[in-house]
């Protein structure tokens, strides 16, 4: 609401010659038969006008209509339950579809909004596809750019809430936030496919879809403070987050993700077309469905063309892997992985697979695993510092002979190290000792935090600069900054993720049933 409020603030100061924008308001078609909506100019709410009568144009500055850099309210009222609905659709598939390149500009991007509180209207309201309408927004072939779309709900369309068509090297350039976007069921239905360059997604739920919840082919995404929960409800094939051709220049931090389904991953990176992404992957949560999980994996990247993916202060718990990298013959994969926890974890920790190469994990926390760390699978030279492994019945760290491995904490596992399956010596500064976690058994991110007297305090070597800046480290997924401000620090980044979220939308209480197809 505060953004909404600063951008119309922004209209009424800024001449008109300098920024020609127009605000037209849009009513329920069951509202304006009910209360009226005047001369249906839309040019205010007594006069909104119905969505199926709003008009497009691609010229800027046309009266009446919505052109490049203008903005669009939808109000539904407080005591309005429903929303707009079929009845209110811009035609028979869609509510929001554009007859016309409405390509806005970077100060003045095109918006689509709910926020009806400056007007006594709800804070967001809804587009309901009735289980009927294939889409919420769909902006069509033409090269909409620039697009704004905020404090909307998005509900029960067969195909998407959100679709962005066109290829991954469009420019796009959307900012998405505060939408709501849920109950999208089909074997194919997402609840939101992006194709262009250029995404800001941030303070949305997206939940309860027959596939992926969030789909995207292009570059440059930022995407941040979501929540993507209860994918693949329908089929077998849908992620939390799926991006292929390019992921060049991603960052994907601060996002909650929950599946109930042993299918697929949290995130998933495929860049089999263009081999270049890269980018950053931080401060995420990921539950996955069962410590005996076959298939779903918390973060997977591959094809990077020997590009670099960052993995920061993740946690992730009861998937096949927290971690994987690469497995993909098409090109080189790169990994490092840092301050990251795993807890209940079916196959590996954190792995770098086949067509990888010079990973580093270092400062990560790992419980209850058959393999905690492996490298086995990469070539050129892999290094792997500071990690504190607990539970790993076959082995803690599995690497090849030529991996640089030292300063780890292995307690309560098969072999400490292997040079892929034989075992041999640990590396400089290896701990055997009880790490003295704050439990045995953890079950939480706080859960690895350092008890006072852990021999894991001051063991570690200093990572440097290229590990995130931390000096001498802890052993684990906290740096030494103080071993106990460092785990405040953790639990209140996730508080903060948490609360960010909630402002979007409270969370669900449950995961739906899953439909049979």
Same mark, same amino acid.
């Given at each position: 609401?505060?953004?909404?409020?600063?951008?119309?603030?922004l209209?009424c100061?800024?001449?008109?010659w300098a920024?020609?924008?127009?605000?037209?308001?849009?009513?329920?078609?069951?509202?304006c038969?009910?209360?009226?909506?005047g001369?249906?100019?839309?040019?205010?709410p007594?006069?909104?006008?119905e969505?199926?009568?709003?008009?497009?144009?691609?010229v800027?500055?046309?009266?009446?209509r919505v052109?490049?850099?203008d903005?669009?309210?939808?109000?539904?009222?407080?005591?309005?339950?429903?929303?707009f609905?079929?009845?209110?659709?811009?035609?028979a598939t869609s509510f929001?579809?554009p007859?016309a390149?409405i390509?806005?500009d970077?100060?003045?991007c095109t918006?689509?909004?709910?926020?009806g509180?400056?007007?006594?209207?709800r804070a967001?309201a809804s587009?309901?596809g009735e289980?009927?309408?294939?889409?919420?927004?769909?902006?069509?072939?033409?090269?909409n750019?620039?697009?704004?779309?905020?404090?909307?709900e998005?509900k029960?369309? @067969?195909s998407?809430?959100?679709?962005?068509?066109?290829?991954?090297?469009?420019?796009?350039?959307?900012?998405i936030? *505060?939408v709501w976007?849920?109950d999208?069921r089909?074997?194919?239905?997402?609840?939101?496919?992006?194709?262009? @360059?250029?995404?800001r997604?941030?303070l949305?739920?997206?939940?309860n879809?027959?596939n992926d919840?969030?789909?995207?082919?292009?570059?440059?995404f930022?995407i941040?403070?979501?929540?993507f929960?209860?994918?693949?409800?329908d *089929?077998?094939?849908?992620? *939390?987050i799926?991006?292929?051709?390019? &992921?060049?220049?991603?960052?994907i931090?601060?996002?909650?993700?929950? @599946?109930?389904?042993?299918?697929?991953?949290?995130?998933f990176?495929?860049t089999?077309? @263009?081999?270049n992404?890269y980018?950053?992957i931080?401060?995420?949560?990921c539950?996955?469905?069962?410590?005996?999980?076959?298939?779903h994996?918390c973060?997977f990247v591959?094809n990077?063309?020997?590009?670099?993916?960052?993995f920061r202060?993740?946690?992730?718990e009861?998937s096949?892997?927290?971690?994987?990298c690469?497995?993909?013959?098409?090109?080189?994969?790169k990994?490092t992985?840092?301050?990251?926890?795993?807890?209940r974890?079916?196959?590996?920790?954190i792995?770098g697979?086949?067509?990888?190469?010079d990973?580093?994990?270092?400062?990560?926390?790992?419980f209850?695993?058959?393999?905690?760390?492996?490298t086995?699978?990469?070539?050129?030279?892999s290094? %792997?510092q500071?990690?504190?492994l607990?539970?790993?019945?076959?082995?803690?760290?599995?690497?090849n &002979?030529?991996d640089?491995?030292?300063?780890?904490?292995?307690?309560?596992s098969?072999d400490?190290?292997?040079?892929?399956?034989?075992?041999?010596?640990p590396g400089?500064?290896a701990?055997t000792a009880d790490?003295?976690w704050?439990?045995s058994?953890?079950?939480?991110?706080?859960?690895?935090?350092?008890?006072?007297?852990s021999?894991?305090?001051?063991?570690?070597?200093?990572?440097?600069?290229s590990?995130?800046?931390?000096?001498?480290?802890?052993?684990?997924?906290?740096?030494v900054i103080?071993?106990?401000?460092a785990c405040?620090?953790?639990?209140?980044? %996730?508080?903060?993720?948490?609360? *960010?979220?909630?402002?979007a939308?409270p969370?669900?209480?449950?995961?739906p049933?899953?439909?049979?197809?």
């Amino acid at each position: 609401m505060r953004l909404l409020a600063f951008l119309v603030g922004l209209l009424c100061t800024v001449p008109s010659w300098a920024l020609d924008v127009e605000v037209l308001f849009v009513r329920t078609d069951a509202d304006c038969a009910r209360y009226g909506c005047g001369a249906g100019s839309g040019n205010s709410p007594a006069n909104a006008i119905e969505n199926s009568a709003l008009l497009y144009s691609a010229v800027d500055g046309t009266p009446g209509r919505v052109d490049p850099g203008d903005m669009v309210v939808y109000l539904q009222r407080v005591d309005d339950d429903v929303g707009f609905i079929t009845a209110d659709r811009k035609n028979a598939t869609s509510f929001i579809t554009p007859g016309a390149d409405i390509t806005g500009d970077p100060l003045s991007c095109t918006l689509f909004s709910g926020d009806g509180t400056l007007w006594g209207y709800r804070a967001r309201a809804s587009l309901d596809g009735e289980n009927s309408t294939t889409r919420g927004i769909d902006s069509g072939t033409a090269n909409n750019a620039y697009w704004c779309i905020f404090s909307l709900e998005l509900k029960r369309f @067969t195909s998407n809430g959100i679709l962005s068509q066109g290829t991954y090297s469009d420019v796009t350039n959307w900012w998405i936030q *505060g939408v709501w976007s849920h109950d999208n069921r089909g074997a194919n239905a997402r609840v939101m496919d992006f194709r262009g @360059t250029g995404l800001r997604l941030m303070l949305s739920v997206f939940e309860n879809t027959g596939n992926d919840t969030f789909y995207g082919e292009g570059s440059s995404f930022h995407i941040a403070f979501n929540q993507f929960l209860w994918p693949s409800l329908d *089929g077998t094939d849908g992620d *939390g987050i799926q991006i292929d051709k390019s &992921a060049a220049d991603t960052w994907i931090h601060h996002n909650l993700f929950k @599946t109930r389904i042993d299918a697929k991953q949290g995130v998933f990176i495929s860049t089999t077309e @263009t081999g270049n992404g890269y980018g950053r992957i931080d401060d995420n949560d990921c539950y996955g469905p069962s410590a005996t999980a076959t298939v779903h994996t918390c973060f997977f990247v591959k094809n990077a063309g020997g590009n670099r993916w960052f993995f920061r202060r993740n946690y992730g718990e009861r998937s096949r892997y927290l971690i994987f990298c690469g497995n993909d013959a098409a090109s080189d994969t790169k990994c490092t992985a840092i301050g990251n926890i795993g807890l209940r974890l079916a196959s590996f920790g954190i792995q770098g697979g086949t067509n990888t190469s010079d990973h580093e994990f270092k400062q990560n926390s790992i419980f209850d695993a058959p393999i905690c760390i492996a490298t086995n699978g990469a070539t050129g030279t892999s290094v %792997i510092q500071n990690n504190a492994l607990r539970k790993c019945a076959t082995v803690a760290i599995r690497k090849n &002979a030529g991996d640089a491995e030292s300063y780890n904490a292995v307690f309560g596992s098969g072999d400490f190290v292997q040079n892929i399956t034989t075992p041999t010596t640990p590396g400089t500064g290896a701990v055997t000792a009880d790490p003295l976690w704050q439990s045995s058994a953890p079950d939480g991110p706080g859960d690895v935090c350092l008890q006072p007297g852990s021999p894991l305090f001051a063991a570690g070597t200093p990572l440097g600069v290229s590990a995130t800046g931390y000096g001498a480290q802890d052993l684990g997924a906290v740096p030494v900054i103080g071993a106990r401000a460092a785990c405040d620090l953790r639990r209140a980044s %996730i508080q903060r993720r948490q609360a *960010g979220s909630r402002r979007a939308v409270p969370e669900r209480r449950a995961a739906p049933e899953r439909r049979a197809l």
